[in-house]
């Protein structure tokens, strides 16, 4: 029983620093506003590039949030932290981030960009007017695969927010949308 216990507590000590090391330093001190801007840039041209499917959405969007690299890791406990810029008629108009923790069974490291595209005012207006817009509980994200063929005028894209994981690396499987909350912050200049 002794036994079990160091491995659990082990295991949480272990959750706890895999958690900490997935929260850069920009966690704590934001990026510059120009360096997001720049990642931003690189992030999107690179998914409009790939993917008809983002390049039709991005037509008939009214605004796109681009989180450019959201760093995800996790061994029992987890986590995942990134900032990015929101975009509406190519200018950014507001930044921020992107964070969320969990626990269970999971291990690695791995980063990746996302991009959510909001097709109707009412969505950008709730995601302006909310203090923390929690994915999956205040709005619902239609998820596209970066390699799937996708119709603009289909009904995938006539859900009110649409997002893409893409640009995976590392060694965890996946990329999730839920539970993830989204906070407006002010970068530094």
């Known amino acids: ?4 216990v160091r491995v659990w507590a082990l295991a949480a000590a272990l959750g706890v620093a895999a958690v900490a090391s997935t929260v ?21 041209n690179s998914l409009l590039a790939d993917s008809p ?10 605004a ?10 996790g ?21 921020y981030n992107i964070a969320s923790a969990s626990f269970g069974f999971q291990i690695g490291a791995q980063s ?11 969505a950008l207006r709730y995601l302006d007017q909310s203090k923390g817009f929690e994915v999956g509980a205040d709005a619902n994200v239609a998820v596209i695969n970066q390699g799937m063929n996708v119709d603009a005028t289909s009904t995938t894209i006539q859900d009110p927010i649409v997002g893409f994981a ?18 407006r912050f002010t970068p530094k200049r």
């Open 1 to 4: 029983m002794i036994g079990m």
């Open 112 to 122: 990746y960009s996302q991009a959510l595209f909001f097709m109707t005012e009412d």
């Open 24 to 44: 850069p330093a920009g966690a704590v001190r934001a990026a510059a506003a120009e360096v997001i801007d720049a990642k931003v840039n690189i992030a999107l």
């Open 64 to 73: 796109v949030l681009v989180f450019p690299e959201i760093i995800k890791g």
């Open 53 to 62: 499917a983002a390049q039709a959405i991005a037509e008939k969007a009214v």
């Open 75 to 95: 061994l029992g406990f987890g986590g995942q932290y990134g900032e990015g810029a929101l975009r509406r008629n190519d200018a950014t108009v507001g930044y």
């Open 166 to 183: 893409f640009g995976q690396k590392g060694l965890m499987a996946g990329a999730t949308f839920e539970g993830s909350k989204i906070t």
